[in-house]
């Protein structure tokens, strides 16, 4: 049979407007010239065309032999058309660099793309989501709380360490503050509370009662310790109450005597494990008091925290730990300068010497513009004196950016100008390019020089973070983490509703507080209008950072199923892109029904 003949009973396998015998695709050269030839438009070359078919038809005849016949079977046929579909998939769904190429002069962002899904044997809970922004450095999930002074002190730190991400801690605060807080994410011990709050013998019931309501305390069992700290007795919630009201703490604890406490060295290793061998050990006992040798009173832990982090550990992801059994933290470094405008060199040196001095794990050199001297100055100093230490730094957009940032000596680099949910920078300074563009220009850098990029900013969904990690490395969020009840700040109601402030470190309120070097300013300058390039906001609270992460990394892991990525460098080679026009922007939310609940989560 040949090949016109081939066409008309095998019209299935009608490619560019030629028919082709099934029967081609088996052989290596009859495919070359299929694939070679598929995508040209022959029509408008008839001379070319002449010639293709010829070549068919001499290819064509040792296939007409006998053997060869036997082999024209429909299931043949099946076989052989997925080339030919897969070679459409190609032709529409491109890979990042082709895609990005394709639709040069127009910048892009995550709602204008949408991935294309591909043969997957990856269920989502198998994907892993781990990464790294070093060699040091390795996380459980690619997720990086921002560091603005309402997401990232210790407690979110601590929330993001133990969930396998990374917090890191703002530097709105003073140096000393700054050094304290990284020390409170490595020293912490899960399940031990290091600073409980204590009562002294000599307090009156009634002045408890009255301290609870104040600070609104949910708790009122308390250990009683003297002015140097030594434990002397234990004050049981059953005796706060307003009938012993005029009665010392001394005359209704549990005496020193009495109580079963646990030495420090005992339990520090695995605190959880001990409590849980306590609480079974000493039955109608709720709280576990740990002391030192001197008896000084070193912390608490409740058989209720037992019961839920027990419970929790069975869900929850590996907490990301340094090579000690910490817990990981960040903290954000400022550019300095001194009084006559230079960098204060020596100032920045100390700081992060103390912050190493708390193993710190990772500074991240955090500026609005980050491709400029001050900022290749600051990474290279850190870069000279700590050469084991991960540095961050940013922000940048370009590939020269990046290139000029992994010179100076960083690891990681930070990609977002003017993204942000409290950012004005794009409608200030006219500057910054949507992010997905932003990413992936970055990332030719990024591959040339070995650094990892982490997406900053913009991101309001999850499928926004699989779509950031088909590209760069990690994430980070603010605003998806700002109403968590671990982030800073006071929770505040209206109107029946509540939430937390968040806002930009560009906003006037943030640069007054410390920020302005950040971007290009001195926060004591009044004699400058200084132009604020973000916003004061409030975000509705939204439970803790566990509920939320879970969400996100679900999502995440979603994402790496459709596509079949087992791992996230998986995920970055198989991606590929496809435009959204507004009306599938549309079609990618819910709508035409009226929403009864948008909950996205079992939870
Ligand atoms: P999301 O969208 O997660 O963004 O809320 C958080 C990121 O925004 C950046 N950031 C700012 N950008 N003006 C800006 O242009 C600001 O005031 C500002 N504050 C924070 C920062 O990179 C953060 O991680």
Sequence with gaps: MGIWESARKHPKLICSGIALPSRFARFP????????????????????????FSL?????????????????????MTKVATPF???????????????????????LTFDDVSLATLYSEILPKDADTSTSLSDALRLQIPIISSDMDTVTESRMAIAMALNGGLGLIHYNMSAKEQVKEVARVKRHIHGLIQDPITVTPDQLIGDLLSMIEMKRFAFSTFPVVDPQGILTGLLSGNVVKDRYKTKKV??????????????????????????????????????????????????????SDIEKITNELKS????????????VVGAALSPVRTASGELDRNKILSHVGHLVDEELDVIAVSTAHGHTAGVGDVVKLVR????????????????????????CGANAIKIGQGPGSICTTRIVAGVGIPQLTALHVASVAARAKGVKLVADGGITKSGDIVKALSIGDAVICGGLLAGCREAPGEIMEISGKVYKQYRGMGSLSAMKAGSAARYGHDKNDSSQKVAAEGIEALKEVSGSVDDVLGNLIGGVQSGMGYLGAANLAQLRSKARFIRVSPAGQKEAAPHDVIEVSTRTSSA
């Design 56 to 76: 068919l038809s001499i290819v064509d005849f040792p296939l007409r032999s006998a053997p060869f016949r036997l082999l024209r079977s429909r299931q043949l």
């Design 316 to 327: 929850r992801r590996k907490p990301a730990r340094d090579s000690q059994f910490r817990l």
């Design 85 to 107: 579909l897969a070679d459409a998939d190609s032709e529409f769904y491109l890979p990042a660099d082709a895609f990005f190429r394709a639709n040069l002069p127009t910048a």
């Design 250 to 303: 001394a005359e209704v604890m549990t005496p020193r005597a009495q109580l079963i406490t646990e030495n420090e060295a005992a339990v520090a290793k695995d605190p959880i494990t001990a409590a849980d061998h306590f609480f079974s050990a000493h039955v109608g006992l709720n709280k576990m008091l740990v002391i030192d040798d001197a008896g000084r009173l070193r912390g608490l832990v409740t058989i």
């Design 29 to 52: 050269l009859s495919q070359f010239l299929i694939f070679r030839f598929s995508t040209f438009p022959l029509s408008r070359f008839p001379h070319f065309s002449l010639f293709y």
């Design 384 to 407: 000279g004196a700590f050469p084991d230490l991960t540095i961050i730094a940013g922000n940048v957009t370009s590939a020269a950016g990046v290139s000029f940032l992994a010179d």
